[in-house]
């Protein structure tokens, strides 16, 4: 997901552009930021990450990514956070 994101946002304003100015001399650096945002949301229990696929060639491929959150202070909320699995503690990337 990752890698995905960092191609799709490559050249964006805000995360390519901006936060991102030198990423054609330092493009890994793209990747280790997604990879450290999709952790943060990763171990929120009121998100999921929803990843869409296809298969090109026979291959599962990633088409595309999402970040869900639900809002609010209703039982809805309280089920999507119950249903929540903690992944436990994972590496810090730098």
Partial sequence: MASLLAKAFFDESLFGQ?????????????????????REHWKTPSERLLVATTTVDGEEKIAGAAIWNRQGDDEGKRRVESEWVDVGKYFQLS
Avoid: A, G, M, N
């Fill in 18 to 38: 901006t936060l991102h100015p030198h990423r054609d001399q330092y493009p890994d650096d793209v990747k280790i930021f997604w990879s450290e945002y999709l």
